[in-house]
């Protein structure tokens, strides 16, 4: 099984900002966070990744917990093309949980 | 990005015949994976294709049923044997270059396949 845990589904209004939780309470010291998107009909593609400190990109911001057992994905602004299936992944494990379906309402 | 090509795109395929699908990758990298993702449903990893070595296969995925080559470090097969209805998913394969490795690649990023569409009739 993932080592990671995330809400099944998530709604949001467009150009509101959105905050995808993910619990990683197993994660080791070294392990990367990782966070994928899947658009519909679409193989995943990369989102964002970070280790300790809050991280931005042109895509998104992560944001992860002192203790490092949760990180959130920020988008600022949703917009309809961000509406996605949402996985956050660990690194030295490579295994996809669930994910999280994000709705964007126009 | 690293460019990742599979074929076939799609099949359709008659219960207890085998399948082999191919990836190419346009440059050079270690680490790539299978995964299958059934309708609706997330992606489950398959197994890790080792370059010179056998794949190493995930709990419930056995080298029987789904045989890996990796001959290089741009091209892996996997074959799903045997068929049934229950295999009908799409399979994709996945590389994670690490830093020096993929054309234009961001490391430790991990780029997908378009994916091999699959049906067991």
């Known amino acids: 099984d993932a080592k990671t845990t995330q809400p099944n589904s998530m709604e949001s209004n467009e150009e509101e900002p959105v905050h995808l939780p993910c619990n990683h309470s197993?994660?080791?010291?070294?392990?990367?966070i990782h966070w994928y998107r899947q658009l519909p009909s679409q193989g995943p593609e990369y989102v964002i990744h970070?280790?300790?400190s809050n991280v931005n990109n042109r895509m998104a911001s992560l944001a992860i917990a002192e203790d490092r057992k949760s990180s959130t994905l920020i988008l600022h602004r949703a917009t309809l093309r961000d509406a996605a299936v949402y996985y956050c992944?660990?690194?030295?494990?490579?295994?996809f949980g669930a994910g999280t379906r994000l709705t964007v309402k126009p | 990005s690293a460019v990742i090509s599979q074929k076939p795109s799609r099949d359709i395929c008659q219960r207890g015949t085998s399948l082999t699908i191919q990836c190419q990758v346009d440059s050079q990298v270690t680490m790539m994976f299978w995964y299958r993702q059934q309708p609706g449903q997330s992606l489950t990893l398959i197994a890790t294709a080792n370059q010179g070595s056998e794949a190493t296969y995930e709990s419930g995925f056995v080298i029987d049923k789904f045989p890996i080559s990796r001959p290089n470090l741009t091209f892996s097969t996997l074959t799903v044997s045997n068929m049934s209805p229950e295999d009908s998913s799409i399979y994709l394969c996945s590389v994670l270059p690490f830093r020096g490795e993929g054309r234009g690649a961001r490391a430790y990023e991990q780029y997908f396949g378009p994916g091999t569409r699959l049906t067991v009739t």
């Open positions: 197993t994660i080791s010291g070294t392990d990367y």
């Open positions: 992944i660990l690194f030295n494990d490579m295994r």
């Open positions: 970070g280790l300790t």
